[in-house]
């Protein structure tokens, strides 16, 4: 069925199809059943849920659903992989098996089918790969800090490991081994998301740092794109091939919907000065300077715009610059605050209230369907046509 897309105002909302309550703990994961009006969820208080209630002997901590051979595998806080066969009226969960992945809290999984692996990442600093048919675990490779989030490629075995301190690892996948291809670094916090869009190769992190980064993973100059909009923590994450948007969302509730179909900026690299690179004062670690004019060092500050080490008095100003991923306003210098035009300051992002915390999302891109959840213990099903204009003659029914 062939998707149509809608030309709608900027004013248009998200809107609240079903609110799910009953959990007793954080709802760790939400997926929305494709064709169906049905969501299986995971949550803390050690539950996996779809039309039918599984209790776990450990808090479920992540999960991942292949919805072709309604295989549902579910990580938990001890470090073990759980996988369930979901019976075809989606009124039973069969176990099938338990894998010892991790020594620790699982954070992510995804699972390969033409391969037959169950690919997972978890608090012991390590990503393991499991074979689905015999249970035996293939590989694990170690990292420095608590490996928070994955992503894979399935047509060249490449994933992406996020992890606390800030890096994203490409490691490519073999049998029984692996080999480090790259590291990326750009974030000041901790990788909470990623996504990976293979037809145009470009991977998103969102961090603690309240930032997302694309990664052209696919372009030969590797250019980096920063986007600044929301106040919190970035927790999901979810790249429109059709409309070219951006969907991410925050831990105070925050929904952002990024236009990606625009040319845009790369932010300049930071500069390092021992004096203010517009009026020459010197900074407060340049005595020589100090010391040979008698003055005061000053404080060092960084244009946002153009990346030049400036005093606080050569960069008073304030300016949103949306091309460059700048949504609200940042410090830049006066020359460049009087070179920015009122048109250069139009937003190219909406920004929307889910009013309660969201710690996961997913989406349903063929209905433009939404889920969110997190540490309220509430699940949120959204219709998000009216706000990423794509969507199919099917829906969810509100209950």
Same mark, same amino acid.
């Given at each position: 069925?062939?998707?149509?897309? @809608?030309?709608?105002?900027? $004013?248009?909302?998200?809107?609240? /199809?079903?609110?799910?309550?009953?959990?007793?703990?954080?709802?760790?994961?939400? /997926?929305?059943?494709?064709?169906? +009006?049905?969501?299986?969820?995971?949550?803390?208080?050690?539950?996996?849920?779809?039309?039918?209630?599984?209790?776990?002997?450990?808090?479920? =901590?992540?999960?991942?659903?292949? @919805?072709?051979?309604?295989?549902?595998?579910?990580?938990?806080?001890?470090?073990?992989?759980?996988? &369930?066969?979901?019976? !075809?009226?989606?009124?039973?969960?069969?176990? *099938?098996?338990?894998?010892?992945?991790?020594?620790?809290?699982?954070?992510?999984? *995804?699972?390969?089918?033409?391969?037959?692996?169950?690919?997972?990442?978890?608090?012991?600093?390590?990503?393991?790969?499991?074979?689905?048919?015999?249970?035996?675990?293939?590989?694990?490779?170690?990292?420095?800090?608590?490996?928070?989030?994955?992503?894979?490629?399935?047509?060249?075995?490449?994933?992406?490991?996020? +992890?606390?301190?800030?890096?994203?690892?490409?490691?490519? %996948? !073999?049998? $029984?081994?692996?080999?480090?291809?790259?590291?990326?670094?750009?974030?000041?916090?901790?990788?909470?998301? /990623?996504?990976?869009?293979?037809?145009?190769?470009?991977?998103?992190?969102?961090?603690?740092?309240?930032?997302?980064?694309?990664?052209?993973?696919?372009?030969?100059?590797?250019?980096? /794109?920063?986007?600044?909009?929301?106040?919190?923590?970035?927790?999901?994450?979810?790249?429109?091939?059709?409309?070219?948007? %951006?969907? =991410?969302?925050?831990?105070?509730?925050?929904?952002?919907?990024?236009?990606? +179909?625009?040319?845009?900026?790369?932010?300049?690299?930071?500069? !390092? =000065?021992?004096?203010?690179?517009?009026?020459?004062?010197?900074? &407060?670690?340049?005595?020589?300077?100090?010391?040979?004019?008698?003055? %005061?060092?000053?404080?060092?500050?960084?244009?946002?715009?153009?990346?030049?080490?400036?005093?606080?008095?050569?960069?008073?100003?304030?300016? $949103?610059?949306?091309?460059?991923? &700048?949504?609200?306003?940042?410090?830049?210098?006066?020359?460049?605050?009087? =070179?920015?035009?009122?048109?250069?300051?139009?937003?190219?992002?909406?920004?929307?209230?889910g009013k309660h915390n969201i710690s996961h999302m997913s989406m349903d891109v063929a209905r433009g369907l939404m889920v969110t959840c997190g540490t309220d213990?509430?699940v949120k099903i959204w219709d998000m046509t009216p706000v990423v204009g794509c969507s199919l003659a099917t829906g969810f029914s509100p209950h």
């Amino acid at each position: 069925m062939a998707a149509e897309i @809608h030309s709608r105002p900027q $004013s248009s909302r998200p809107v609240l /199809l079903s609110k799910i309550e009953g959990h007793q703990d954080t709802v760790t994961a939400a /997926l929305l059943i494709p064709k169906e +009006d049905g969501v299986i969820t995971a949550s803390e208080d050690s539950s996996a849920r779809n039309m039918v209630f599984v209790f776990l002997a450990a808090p479920c =901590s992540a999960m991942a659903y292949h @919805h072709d051979s309604r295989r549902i595998f579910v990580g938990q806080d001890n470090g073990a992989v759980m996988e &369930f066969h979901v019976s !075809e009226d989606f009124n039973k969960m069969n176990f *099938i098996k338990t894998y010892p992945a991790h020594q620790n809290r699982v954070t992510a999984i *995804i699972f390969s089918l033409a391969t037959e692996w169950v690919i997972s990442t978890g608090h012991d600093k390590c990503i393991s790969w499991m074979c689905t048919r015999s249970g035996n675990m293939l590989g694990r490779h170690f990292f420095s800090s608590w490996a928070s989030c994955l992503q894979y490629d399935f047509d060249t075995q490449y994933a992406f490991v996020g +992890d606390y301190s800030g890096q994203i690892t490409l490691l490519k %996948l !073999e049998q $029984s081994t692996c080999s480090v291809i790259t590291t990326l670094k750009g974030h000041e916090g901790s990788i909470a998301c /990623l996504w990976w869009d293979p037809v145009q190769r470009l991977l998103f992190s969102g961090a603690s740092d309240n930032s997302v980064i694309m990664w052209d993973i696919g372009g030969r100059k590797g250019r980096t /794109l920063l986007l600044q909009g929301h106040h919190d923590k970035v927790q999901a994450l979810c790249y429109l091939q059709l409309t070219r948007q %951006l969907v =991410s969302c925050s831990s105070d509730g925050g929904i952002a919907v990024w236009n990606m +179909d625009v040319s845009r900026e790369e932010a300049p690299q930071w500069l !390092e =000065s021992d004096s203010c690179q517009k009026c020459e004062q010197p900074f &407060f670690w340049n005595i020589k300077q100090m010391w040979d004019t008698k003055t %005061l060092g000053l404080r060092q500050h960084h244009c946002r715009k153009c990346g030049q080490a400036v005093c606080g008095k050569c960069s008073s100003k304030r300016s $949103s610059y949306p091309i460059m991923g &700048f949504e609200f306003q940042v410090r830049v210098c006066d020359s460049c605050y009087d =070179s920015i035009k009122d048109e250069d300051r139009t937003s190219l992002a909406t920004f929307h209230e889910g009013k309660h915390n969201i710690s996961h999302m997913s989406m349903d891109v063929a209905r433009g369907l939404m889920v969110t959840c997190g540490t309220d213990r509430v699940v949120k099903i959204w219709d998000m046509t009216p706000v990423v204009g794509c969507s199919l003659a099917t829906g969810f029914s509100p209950h």
